[in-house]
């Protein structure tokens, strides 16, 4: 069993920035595919990115050149780097694990979540 938890979400102006960390419990977490899903008031739960082991990371087209995903196996985080921020991506953001392999988009896929935290980008 893996456990998640999301720290770093906040408050910021448009063009900010804010660092999400996703810190995993277990001894299996560097198997594992990691991503970021968002899910706005009303809206379903999006892919952000993902990042495996041995490849390149994965963006959504809307983030692509401004968040960088990435990970320290030796600390069991995943990071989330999201620059010029927008008020499109305010959202509760949710760092998930993936045991194996499937698209990586889906959310259906993922076998662990975390609980979220909000990112709040004002205009």
């Known amino acids: 069993q893996v456990q998640l938890a999301e720290s770093g979400g906040g408050l910021v102006q448009a063009g900010g920035s804010l660092r999400l960390s996703c810190a995993a419990s277990?001894?299996?977490?560097?198997?594992?595919?990691m991503g970021w899903f968002r899910q706005a008031p009303g809206k379903e739960r999006d892919w952000v990115a993902t990042i495996k082991n041995g490849a390149w990371p994965y963006y959504a087209d809307s983030v692509k050149g401004r968040f960088t995903i990435s990970r320290d196996n030796a600390k069991n985080t995943v990071y989330l780097q999201m620059n010029n921020l927008k008020p499109e991506d305010t959202a509760v953001y949710y760092c998930?694990?993936?045991?194996?392999?499937?698209?990586?988009?889906?959310?259906?896929?993922?076998?662990?979540w975390g609980q979220g935290t909000q990112v709040t980008v004002s205009s």
């Open positions: 998930a694990g993936q045991r194996y392999s499937g698209n990586y988009r889906e959310k259906r896929n993922y076998d662990y």
């Open positions: 277990g001894s299996t977490f560097s198997s594992y595919a």
